[in-house]
């Protein structure tokens, strides 16, 4: 079998850092962003011009074209829900002040689809296409409506051995999510300092080819971000706590989850009150995004959503 073209490998790239980007780019920075010499890159950019797949403008900066729009247009109508989820997760992000993204389940991994932020940015190190494997932490949203025994697969897949205790915490968590409908994490007291400086790294850094490695470095540390799931009696019992996720389900036709909302709260301290209009928030977001593709949300979670909006 043949192996990833790289002259392609370097298109996608390009094409994926002027998606990333809400500024024009010059040549010189694209270049330096995905790797390439300034020769390459410069014929990158001419045969994607040439395409009106990218727009270049008099001051030689570059963004993309309209060549782009019949390829938005079919994705928007072979996944309706993309549009939808970027205007709610907008206003989420604009009420809530966090990031959020809307992530496609898969039997083996999740996929970030849509990706919002505050004031314009991005979450946290997190663009669309990046993936994450459904192995503890992670999935947990995909494993709550399983059946016990896959539950505990899961937690016996985690990356450290956990005491009988903690692997009956994380089951009572599963099941808390399965009732209430969202899951909560803690942000540990040592990730908090760390926020703001991987957001500058990951600001330098980009869509070039380094992200892959940067990526499996991020999944490793945000496992550590939200590394405790809170039970609900947990919950009733804090004042304040400190949030690094918000996670709920969009749900398919089966009953199950097929996408989730996450929100990037990344909160060392949160009032519960606080959470609880959060909470509030997502499952009527949640809720919304499972009639948007046609399904309904579970008649026992019903009563817990507020009512969606038209």
Partial sequence: MNGPSPPTDRVVSVLNLLARENVRLSASVIARRVNVTSSTCATLLSALESADYVERFPDKTYRLGPGMLPLAQALQNRF???????????????????????????????????????????????????????????????MAWRPATEVDHWIESAPTAMTSAEKEHERRVMADIG?????????????????????????????????PQLAEQLTELFAIFGRHGYTADELAACQTLSVGYVLAPVFGADGQPRYQIDLHLLRPTMSRAALERVLERVLESAALLTRVIGCEWPESLRTLTAPGRP
């Fill in 80 to 142: 309706p829900l993309l549009g939808a989820a970027h205007e709610e997760l907008g206003r989420l992000c604009a009420e809530l002040h966090c990031g959020a993204t809307l992530t496609r389940q898969f039997a083996d991994h999740l996929r970030v689809v849509v990706a919002v932020g505050a004031h314009g940015q991005e979450p946290l190190g997190v663009v669309p296409g990046d993936q994450f494997p459904v192995s503890f932490p992670y999935g947990a949203i995909a």
């Fill in 179 to 211: 009732s209430r409908g969202v899951g909560v994490w803690s942000l540990e007291p040592r990730a908090a300092p760390l926020v703001e400086r991987i957001r500058s790294i990951v600001g330098d850094l980009g869509a070039g080819p380094t992200r």
